[in-house]
């Protein structure tokens, strides 16, 4: 089991900038790949970002040039315990709960893990 906490989200006029944090605790050992999505008002959830514990890094390609993820090495340079997302430059289109989810892999079965999500809302 992991146990995923998201903070961070907030209110922030357009221009802004939020950085988003996911803790993680459990059985952090498993977590392959953690990610941010993102889930809008009427809109299906979205992949923002994604980092693997190996270090690869996957964008939205319309997010990647304002949204950066990454992790805190400080804390835990072998597993994915801590997962930043800085985010820059914001409008009111990224206005939308944003969800940490971390997979992990345990004798070949993948569980996903979401957190409860924290609200960003963008104004303009």
């Known amino acids: 089991q992991v146990q995923l906490v998201e903070s961070g989200g907030g209110l922030v006029q357009a221009g802004g900038s939020l950085r988003l944090s996911c803790a993680a605790s459990?059985?952090?050992?498993?977590?392959?790949?953690v990610g941010w999505y993102r889930q809008a008002p009427g809109k299906q959830r979205e992949l923002v970002a994604a980092?693997?514990?190996?270090?690869?890094?996957?964008?939205?390609?319309?997010l990647k040039a304002r949204f950066t993820i990454s992790r805190d090495n400080a804390k835990n340079t072998v597993y994915l315990q801590t997962v930043y997302l800085q985010m820059n430059s914001l409008s009111v289109e990224d206005t939308a709960v944003y969800y940490c989810?971390?997979?992990?892999?345990?004798?070949?079965?993948?569980?996903?893990?979401w957190g409860q999500g924290t609200q960003v809302t963008v104004s303009s």
């Open positions: 459990g059985s952090i050992a498993n977590i392959g790949v």
């Open positions: 980092i693997t514990t190996r270090g690869s890094i996957n964008y939205a390609d319309s």
């Open positions: 989810n971390a997979r992990t892999l345990v004798w070949g079965e993948t569980y996903d893990y």
